[in-house]
Nanobody, 119 residues
Framework: QVNVVESGGGLVQPGGSLRLSCAASGSILFIYTMGWYRQAPGKQRELVARITSNGNINYADSVKGRFTISRDNAKNTVYLQMNSLKPEDTAVYSC?????????????WGQGTQVTVSS
């Protein structure tokens, strides 16, 4: 059993900041990639940022220079610091973790957290 839980979403004004957290817990041997995805109403889910176990990072072009992903391997936790937020960042943000357990390797998703950027 694995649980992936996000926190930190909310309502913020344009130009503001939010920090999202995502913690994985349960029967975990190792976590490869952890990442953040988002889905706005009427749009497909898109990758925001992801980080591998050895620290390699990818960002969507739309968030480069504004968002920072980081990871605490000891806590099985990934963070997303979002600065200079824009209305177009409004979406449900979901965490993904690629996890190795005794039975194999699988992707796990959190329930999602709403981020709304509005004045």
């Amino acid at each position: 059993q694995v649980n992936v839980v996000e926190s930190g979403g909310g309502l913020v004004q344009p130009g503001g900041s939010l920090r999202l957290s995502c913690a994985a817990s349960g029967s975990i041997l190792f976590i490869y990639t952890m990442g953040w995805y988002r889905q706005a109403p009427g749009k497909q889910r898109e990758l925001v940022a992801r980080i591998t176990s050895n620290g390699n990072i990818n960002y969507a072009d739309s968030v480069k220079g504004r968002f920072t992903i980081s990871r605490d391997n000891a806590k099985n936790t990934v963070y997303l610091q979002m600065n200079s937020l824009k209305p177009e960042d409004t979406a449900v943000y979901s965490c993904n973790a690629n996890i190795v357990q005794n039975g194999g390797r699988s992707d796990y998703w959190g329930q999602g957290t709403q981020v709304t950027v509005s004045s």
